[in-house]
């Protein structure tokens, strides 16, 4: 596989149930992936390290994921010029909520794009890089396009088969 365009990092490896979601989107895109656990918190250094160093390495975007105050999303930021995709996770007493503030409520000057909570978010961070870096990649243009098509048709299908069942009730 190719060196990785994208990282996904992740506070705690008790992140990964969700993160592999993630992950697994990129693969399903034929995409190669950075994967690493860090902390802003408990490992500070090593973020400051990661995040400043991501562009040389080749990194186009990163997600940064974690639970309860998620400081590692904007930490990133704080390092690097490169778009920061950040997946609040619901692994505290108040459900991810904590998290989603921490990760959204960025000041000025310092952006965090922000998903949903959890498994979707986890997705639908994996799908927002997929289009930035399929703004110079044909390729992963048209395959994103193919999976955009592909979603439209499950919905006429399960369409198709309510309305049979409405018929025949
Ligand atoms: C966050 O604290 C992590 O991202 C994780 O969601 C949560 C709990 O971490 P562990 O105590 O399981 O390592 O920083």
Same mark, same amino acid.
């Given at each position: 596989?190719?060196?990785?365009?994208?990282?996904?990092?992740?506070?705690?490896? =008790?992140?990964?149930?969700?993160?592999?979601?993630?992950? @697994? #989107?990129?693969? *399903?895109?034929?995409? =190669?992936?950075?994967?690493?656990?860090? =902390?802003?918190?408990?490992?500070? #250094?090593?973020?400051?390290?990661? *995040? =400043?160093?991501?562009?040389?390495?080749?990194? #186009?975007?990163?997600?940064?994921?974690? /639970?309860?105050?998620? +400081?590692?999303?904007? +930490?990133?930021? *704080?390092?690097?010029?490169?778009? !920061?995709? /950040? %997946?609040?996770?619901?692994? /505290?007493?108040?459900?991810?909520?904590?998290?989603?503030?921490?990760?959204?409520?960025?000041?000025? /000057?310092?952006?965090?794009?922000? %998903?949903?909570?959890?498994?979707?978010?986890?997705?639908?961070?994996?799908?927002?890089?997929?289009?930035?870096?399929? @703004?110079?990649?044909?390729?992963?243009? +048209?395959?994103? @396009?193919?999976?955009?098509?592909? #979603?439209?048709?499950?919905?006429? !299908?399960?369409? *198709?088969?309510?309305?049979?069942?409405?018929?025949?009730?």
């Amino acid at each position: 596989m190719s060196k990785p365009r994208v990282a996904v990092v992740f506070g705690s490896d =008790s992140d990964w149930p969700v993160m592999e979601g993630c992950v @697994r #989107q990129f693969k *399903a895109f034929g995409e =190669s992936v950075h994967v690493e656990v860090m =902390s802003a918190h408990r490992g500070p #250094q090593r973020v400051a390290e990661f *995040a =400043s160093g991501a562009e040389k390495n080749g990194i #186009q975007v990163i997600i940064a994921a974690a /639970g309860m105050s998620n +400081a590692l999303a904007g +930490a990133v930021a *704080a390092h690097t010029c490169l778009p !920061v995709i /950040g %997946v609040p996770l619901a692994s /505290g007493p108040l459900s991810g909520f904590d998290a989603l503030l921490s990760t959204a409520q960025m000041p000025p /000057g310092m952006p965090v794009a922000t %998903v949903s909570v959890g498994e979707a978010g986890a997705k639908n961070a994996a799908l927002f890089a997929i289009q930035i870096l399929a @703004r110079s990649d044909e390729k992963l243009a +048209a395959a994103y @396009r193919d999976f955009k098509a592909e #979603q439209a048709k499950t919905v006429s !299908v399960k369409n *198709a088969a309510l309305q049979e069942k409405i018929r025949s009730s």
